[in-house]
């Protein structure tokens, strides 16, 4: 398998990749500039208590839990599919972590138990999407309506009067520090590594592609399209239980309403953003990281830059737009003929 | 029957069942009180949806419904303590709407961006502008208003037709005109059948597309409208999540996300069963919020596996 990785980045292929990472980069880049230039010291990062600390940190910090569940959502897209319950599943980790804990279980079993959750809800929607053949924004849209439900449900099982909890083991994997670097980050590269090799050093980020380019010419060239396409939202629920950990750790308490809230749609910007196509066929892991990134920039930039956070949602939306229209051929091309003063 | 009256018939008989199980469950759920409450209560919603479902037909999907609901309601409220009347405010977030679907419509189309996407960036977009004009819920103090809020038919066996339920049905009757008896109708179909074929066959493609999309802005901006008046309120939050629970109305209604099938009239449907859900188990009383959100994703499941399995078996097809 080793060879295909390098028949794929032929020259041309090289180009284009630069080609793609380039307006993410740009727009990050701008974001950045304009950062510096109302706020003094913004790029400033110094050491404090022994820890990191910065603006930069922070954009990173924040944004690591959209990261993980972007490049989840990134296999499910690359796969020609969607996942709109990757927030119930925060959701749903969340509460089982705070129902475990109140029933004594060893914090480090709890872990076990939210990523066997979020790996449940992975096979419940791969089995629904790759056995049933039901379209995936509908197939993920069941677990997306109901999740919260479940997550509320859980925090009854043990009265649901108090799903705050505190655990030393979880906090320090959210909130913690590992020497100068936040814990968070640390493990966020280290899934960012784990999915690179799988997809880009074993076989199954190509089957993946070949599937989401064309699910019938894959399946004719000997890959389980469907077996692939049902590892691709396992992959995802994985990725979104460990968001929920670090989510719920971060804030001592289950709170299936509102935690992860609108995290499918800022997961799914990430990939889009990172130059990659709802129709399938591609998958950009460092991309869609940059495209998580741009996105909190974003956010964190309006906060620090002293607009009022009512902006928050209109400033993401122009950016979105303005992003996505440098993206689009068409769009481009009516800017360019516009600035020469041409008619079409 | 014909095979595209099927879906239909299917989530009639689910209402009704539903309907009857309520019946046999708690005394008084037989009644045309609760069907009125149900529908002057999901109404907006319904409007809503039934917009989405020109929308999804055409191979497309719109989420920016909720803000949709929540800014039109905010400009009226916003407008009426501006001291204008609400029905010219009504009049004018009517056409903002159809203008800004069609503009989604426009960037879908010449963009070609996914419309997943493009009504995201609405979505935020109308959201925040709701968060921009006002953080808190504004009275509309109109008479107008507070005749509307208070307007009914009485309906035979003691219940009540709204009048949130009648500007729906009017709606209603106008999209099922529009979809199935005019060229542009049929024009969204085609596309959402098959793109390739309908442009070969001459269909307009950038008119239809932009059509739909207008239709669900415009559709969208009445929901909001009905909402504004039915509570008498602008609220910056108000519709969060209707997006959800439309597109979840027009699935059960039997329309295929996939586009190119599925009935207007349906969605009429698939939003009752959501709002019966409701009903049924506020009616229970020990049951709370996180039991409809469950039974309604439970619902959901049971009617696409059904859809999936025994209404349309010859379109299952491999990539989804």
Not at chain 1, 204 to 228: K, P, T, Y
Not at chain 1, 290 to 312: C, H, M, R
Request: one cysteine or more; charged letters at 10%.
């Amino acid at each position: 398998m080793s060879a295909l990785p390098q028949t794929k980045r032929s020259p041309r292929r090289v180009g284009v990749a630069a080609r793609r990472i380039a307006w993410p980069a740009l727009a990050l880049a701008l974001i950045l500039a304009v950062d510096g230039l109302i706020t003094p010291g913004f790029f400033s990062i110094r050491i404090v208590e022994g820890r990191l600390f910065g603006n930069l940190i922070d954009i990173l910090y924040r944004a690591m839990p959209i990261a993980v569940v972007a490049l989840g959502m990134s296999v499910v897209i690359g796969a020609k599919g969607v996942d709109l319950s990757v927030g119930s599943v925060v959701a749903i980790a969340g509460a089982v972590i705070a129902w475990r804990i109140h029933r004594g279980d060893p914090h480090l079993l709890i872990l076990f138990w939210a990523l066997g959750v979020g790996l449940l809800c992975g096979v419940w929607n791969g089995l629904l999407v790759a056995a049933l053949d039901i379209q995936p924004i509908v197939a993920t849209l069941i677990l997306m309506t109901s999740g919260r439900g479940i997550g509320l449900m859980i925090n009854l099982l043990y009265g649901g009067t108090d799903p705050s909890f505190s655990s030393p083991l979880l906090q320090f994997l959210s909130v913690g520090h590992l020497g100068l670097v936040p814990t968070r980050l640390v493990l966020g590269a280290v899934i960012f590594a784990g999915l690179w090799l799988l997809v880009r050093r074993t076989a199954f980020g190509m089957f993946v592609e070949a599937a989401g380019e064309n699910a019938r010419a894959a399946e004719l060239s000997g890959v389980q399209a469907r077996l692939v396409r049902f590892a691709s939202y396992v992959v995802c629920g994985l990725c979104a239980a460990w968001a929920g950990v670090v989510l719920t750790a971060d804030t001592h308490t289950s709170d299936p309403v509102s935690e992860g809230l609108y995290i499918e749609l800022d997961a799914i910007l990430a990939v889009v953003i990172g130059g990659g196509s709802l129709s399938g066929g591609r998958i950009y892991l460092g991309a869609t990281v940059l495209g998580a990134v741009v996105i909190q920039a974003l956010t964190t930039s309006i906060l620090t830059s002293g607009l009022p956070p009512e902006y928050n949602l209109v400033v993401k939306a122009a950016v979105v737009i303005a992003v996505l229209l440098l993206q689009s051929k068409n769009a481009r091309g009516l800017a360019f003929s516009l600035a020469r003063g041409e008619k079409r | 029957m014909n095979e595209r009256y099927r879906p239909l018939a299917a989530t009639a008989t689910v209402f009704v069942a539903l309907f009857v199980a309520g019946g046999l469950l708690y005394d008084n759920f037989f009644s045309t009180l609760v069907l009125g409450d149900i529908l002057a209560d999901n109404a907006f919603v319904i409007v809503a949806a039934i917009g989405t479902t020109f929308v999804i037909i055409s191979g497309g999907i719109d989420l920016s419904i909720g803000s949709m609901i929540g800014f039109v309601g905010v400009v009226i409220a916003n407008l009426d303590a501006a001291g204008w009347h609400p029905l010219v405010s009504a009049g004018m977030t009517l056409a903002f709407g159809a203008a800004f679907g069609a503009l989604q419509g426009l960037v879908v189309d010449f963009c070609e961006i996914q419309p997943f996407i493009v009504t995201l960036a609405g979505l935020f977009l109308l959201r925040g502008a709701c968060f921009m004009i006002n953080l808190d819920s504004t009275p509309i103090r109109h008479p107008f208003v507070e005749a509307f809020a208070a307007a009914s038919v009485p309906l035979p066996g003691g219940g009540f037709l709204a009048s949130s339920a009648i500007v729906m049905f009017v709606a209603l009757a106008a999209a099922i005109v529009v979809a199935h008896f005019t060229a542009f109708g049929a024009d969204i179909y085609a596309i959402g059948g098959d793109r390739t074929s309908a442009a070969l066959m001459g269909v307009p493609m950038r008119r239809t597309v932009v059509g739909a999309y207008a239709v669900g802005g415009l559709y969208s901006a009445l929901g909001g409208v009905i909402y504004a008046f039915y509570t008498s309120s602008g609220y910056p939050l108000a519709g969060t999540g209707a997006e959800l629970s439309a597109i979840a109305s027009v699935v059960l209604g039997g329309t295929m996300l996939t586009g190119g099938v599925g009935l207007v009239a349906g969605t009429l449907i698939g939003g009752m069963i959501l709002g019966l859900i409701a009903t049924l188990i506020n009616f229970n009383g020990s049951l709370n919020g996180a039991w409809i959100m469950v039974s309604s994703g439970a619902l959901l499941f049971v009617f696409i596996v059904l859809q999936r399995t025994l209404i349309a078996p010859s379109r299952l097809r491999i990539g989804g």
